[in-house]
């Protein structure tokens, strides 16, 4: 499991993040075949969800399904419902009945200034 803290946004743009999972024995990509994959923001880790992006709603996008590549996408609108602060962030990936958790962390929103 990654624990740390994504990219800096802002929350008057669209936030776009590539990501690529790997096996850490193998070295290799995560085959996603079948996966389902949720990342939530929360204010903190026992608020309710402000932002879900998953498989099933388009807002992750499996980029290369052999590989572990997927992308994420919020839009502005999604970031606009945001207040400038650091959030709460945690990736699960469902897949052949078991969940794992790949991310917990932080994702820092910067107030974007335009109106």
Do not use: C, W
Request: hydrophobic share 35%.
């Amino acid at each position: 499991m990654y624990m740390g803290s994504l990219p800096v946004a802002t929350n008057r743009a669209t936030y776009h993040i590539d990501f690529q999972l790997f096996d850490d024995e193998t070295d290799e990509g995560i085959d996603l075949t079948g996966a389902v994959i949720t990342l939530e923001v929360k204010r903190d880790e026992d608020s309710a969800v402000l932002l879900s992006a998953t498989t099933t709603n388009g807002k992750i996008v499996v980029t290369d399904m052999d590989e572990g590549n997927f992308e994420l996408v919020f839009t502005e609108d999604d970031m606009r419902s945001l207040d400038p602060k650091t959030y709460h962030v945690g990736l699960t990936i469902e897949q052949n009945g078991e969940t794992t958790q790949f991310l917990k962390g932080t994702l820092p929103v910067l107030h974007g200034v335009v109106t």
